[in-house]
């Protein structure tokens, strides 16, 4: 018995920093204006360079580039919800105004489109 609790107790402990560092996208980049940086076709250009690995990134890029992937196959789960705000606004702002855009950068990191379609279809009905 004693047993089965320190094991349960390790357990815990040792898990738990791991849960939490995972369990939300850091929330160090929440002030982020995406709306600032959706105005700028060179802001755009700059993160959508990054997305590809065709330039440098900032540390926001970086981040985006991260977060990118995982957002769109998870729904966004772990995003805070101002990150979700962020990314959806980017989705939405990619696929009404830079279609082009978004086609590569769901070639790169949606092949199948599975995940994409599914978010899309997800933002049609959140706007009814
Ligand atoms: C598309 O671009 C226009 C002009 O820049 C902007 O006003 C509009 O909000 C954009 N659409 C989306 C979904 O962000």
Do not use: H
């Not at 940086?37 to 991260?66: H, P, W």
């Not at 989705?91 to 769901?106: C, G, H, M, P, Y």
């Not at 092949?111 to 009814?128: D, G, H």
């Amino acid at each position: 018995m004693v047993k089965l609790i320190v094991a349960i107790v390790c357990c815990i402990v040792l898990t738990t920093p791991m849960i939490q560092a995972d369990d939300i996208y850091t929330s160090k980049y929440d002030n982020i204006n995406v709306d600032e940086i959706l105005k700028s076709d060179r802001l755009v250009s700059n993160y959508f360079q990054c997305l590809m690995d065709n330039g440098a990134c900032t540390q926001e890029g970086d981040l985006l580039k991260k977060l990118l992937p995982e957002a769109i196959k998870s729904d966004c789960a772990k995003c805070s919800e101002k990150q979700k705000n962020g990314v959806e606004k980017v989705i939405r702002f990619l696929t009404e105004n830079k279609s082009d855009l978004w086609k590569q950068v769901v070639a790169k990191y949606d092949p199948e489109e599975t995940y994409s379609q599914r978010y899309l279809e997800k933002l049609k009905k959140a706007k009814v």
